[in-house]
């Protein structure tokens, strides 16, 4: 019974924890006129809405936190990992953008440059 408990309560700090982990994210960034403003509710739409902001803002640990390393949307999308179309990853990186990216040419259009960050919708979607 005390095992059962412990596992109980342990699991439930996990699950809180990803849950206020969004929420102090969204305590600054989701003030309007905030550098890296994120709009909660358009966010929540998004196909993105069911990650934690550290999913993808893997190199930050703590929160305040210091400047934000760029995204690397292959983590997930060059792998086809939880279910992002790997196919259109790999297209980019075989395209003259894509080798320019590898190359080191840090001016070359990347993801974000198209689709944005935080608001992802899926294909058919008026929101797009």
Known sequence: ??????????????????????????????????????????????VHAGFSCADCHIAVAAYPHGKVAKINCGICHFLGEEGAPKEQAQEYKLSVHGKASAAGNTAAPDCRTCHGGHYIYRAGTADQ
């Open 1 to 46: 019974m005390i095992r059962f408990l412990l596992i109980l309560s342990l699991t439930s700090i996990l699950f809180s924890s990803v849950a206020s982990a969004k929420d102090d994210c969204y305590s600054c960034h989701g003030q309007k006129g905030m550098p890296g403003f994120v709009d909660k509710k358009a966010f929540e739409e998004s």
